[in-house]
C-alpha cells in the first residue's frame, strides 16, 4: 500500500524557520517524482515545489522561491521542505503529493504548519 | 501563469440529480488537466488525469470532458458520499494551478 507522512509542522514565529518530513513507503521513492501542495485555512490548493526523482531538478512557486527548499534522501525514501524567513501567509496544511507536476496520484494527510507571534 | 476559474463555487442538488463543473483556462492548455475531490479534511484524490481519463477504482459516474481553454467534471448521479469540494488543475506549465473549487453538497 503507498503511504506518504508528513511530519514537522507546528507553531512558529514570523521569520522563523521549519523542516518538514514525508516519509513514504509501498512504493519506490527513488523512481519518482515528487511534490508539496499547501492549503491555507478554509481556501484552495496552491502549488508550492517540485523535484524530480533524482534531485536534481526543482522548482518552486513564485511566492515561496528564495526562502523554501525542497530536497529528498532516496535512501531513506523521504522528502523534505525547509521553510525559511516564514510569513503569516504561509500558514497551511502542507501535502506532499507523489509523480510529475501532471500527475499527482497519491498525496499524504497534510501537516500544519501556523506562522503567528 | 495560467488562471483557471471554476464555477460554480457551490452547488447543492438532490440525490439522484446529474451535476456539473465547469473549469476555464486563461490560455490554451489542451488537455492538460486534472480533476480532484476533497472530501472535509482529508487530502485531495486524484479523480480525472488529462481532461478525461477516470483514475482506477473511481465510480463511472464521474466523467470528464473539454480541451483547450473550456472543461467539464459531470456527475451522473449524485451519491451522498459525492458531498467534497472539486478542483481542477493544469499541468501545461509551471506554476502549476488551481481552480478555486466547487463545494457540492446535498439539497
Known amino acids: 500500500e503507498v503511504q506518504l507522512v508528513e511530519s514537522g509542522g507546528g507553531l512558529v514565529h514570523p521569520g522563523g524557520s521549519l523542516r518538514l518530513s514525508c516519509t513514504t513507503s509501498?512504493?519506490?521513492?527513488?523512481?519518482?517524482?515528487m511534490n508539496w501542495v499547501r492549503q491555507a485555512p478554509g481556501k484552495g490548493l496552491e502549488w508550492v515545489s517540485y523535484?524530480?526523482?533524482?534531485?536534481?531538478?526543482?522548482y518552486y512557486a513564485d511566492s515561496v522561491k528564495g526562502r523554501f527548499t525542497v530536497s529528498r534522501d532516496n535512501a531513506k525514501n523521504s522528502l523534505y521542505l525547509q521553510l525559511n524567513s516564514l510569513r503569516a501567509e504561509d500558514t497551511a496544511v502542507y501535502y506532499c503529493?507523489?509523480?510529475?507536476?501532471?500527475?499527482?496520484?497519491?498525496w499524504g494527510q497534510g501537516n500544519l504548519v501556523t506562522v503567528s507571534s | 501563469d495560467i488562471q483557471m476559474t471554476q464555477s460554480p463555487s457551490y452547488l447543492s442538488a438532490s440525490i439522484g440529480d446529474r451535476v456539473t463543473i465547469t473549469c476555464q483556462a486563461s490560455?490554451?492548455?489542451?488537455?492538460?488537466l486534472n480533476w480532484f475531490q476533497q472530501h472535509p479534511g482529508k487530502a485531495p484524490k486524484l479523480l480525472i488525469s488529462?481532461?478525461?481519463k477516470l483514475e482506477t477504482g473511481v465510480p463511472s459516474r464521474f466523467s470528464g470532458g473539454g480541451s483547450g481553454t473550456d472543461f467539464t467534471l459531470a456527475i451522473s448521479s449524485l451519491q451522498p458520499e459525492d458531498v467534497a469540494t472539486y478542483y481542477c488543475?493544469?499541468?501545461?506549465?509551471?506554476?502549476?494551478?488551481f481552480g478555486g473549487g466547487t463545494k457540492v453538497d446535498i439539497k
Open positions: 503529493a507523489r509523480g510529475p507536476t501532471g500527475y499527482m496520484d497519491s
Open positions: 509501498g512504493f519506490r521513492f527513488s523512481s519518482y517524482e
Open positions: 523535484i524530480s526523482d533524482s534531485g536534481n531538478t526543482r
Open positions: 490560455q490554451d492548455i489542451v488537455n492538460s
Open positions: 488529462d481532461a478525461s
Open positions: 488543475q493544469q499541468f501545461d506549465s509551471l506554476p502549476l494551478t
